[in-house]
């Protein structure tokens, strides 16, 4: 089987995968990184959302083939403490329902946040608007984006 070179959370992993492999798969099976979360597999609810070179990107779509030599960061280095300002301003505004698609969300607004780091609500939703809950914390998940960006 072949292997693959990946640096992930700033720490440089070797793994064996099939070429064709969705990177989920490697971080939760191979890497133990389990903060990233199994939704659809077909990139339609944001569950496995992880930062490319600061980028947010759905992991099941990208082939651990296709990782190599890419900055990957999951929810478990998104900061040291878990006190990055979104997560922060998650708790303060106590979002999570059920939690599942939590990881995916912070992930996504946190790369959000970099780029734009004042935006306005429609900048947001858009933001936002492919990262599924099934509890529809939508609400909670903009204010404390809100909360965020001050
Ligand atoms: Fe990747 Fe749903 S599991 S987008």
Known sequence: MPTFNLKINNEKHT???????PLLWVLRDQID????KFGCGIGQCGACTVHVDGNAMRSCLLLVSQAEGLNITT?????????????????????PQCGYCQSGQIMTA??????????NESEIRNAMHGNICRCAS???IEEAIKVASK
Not at 75 to 95: C, F, N, R, T, Y
Request: net charge negative.
């Open 110 to 119: 946190s790369a959000f946040l970099s780029k734009n780091p004042n935006p």
């Open 15 to 21: 793994v064996e995968a099939d070429a064709d492999t």
């Open 75 to 95: 929810i478990e280095g998104l900061s040291e403490q878990g006190d990055h300002p979104v997560q922060q301003a998650w708790k303060e505004i106590d979002v």
């Open 138 to 140: 939508y609400n909670s």
């Open 33 to 36: 990184l389990v903060g990233t």
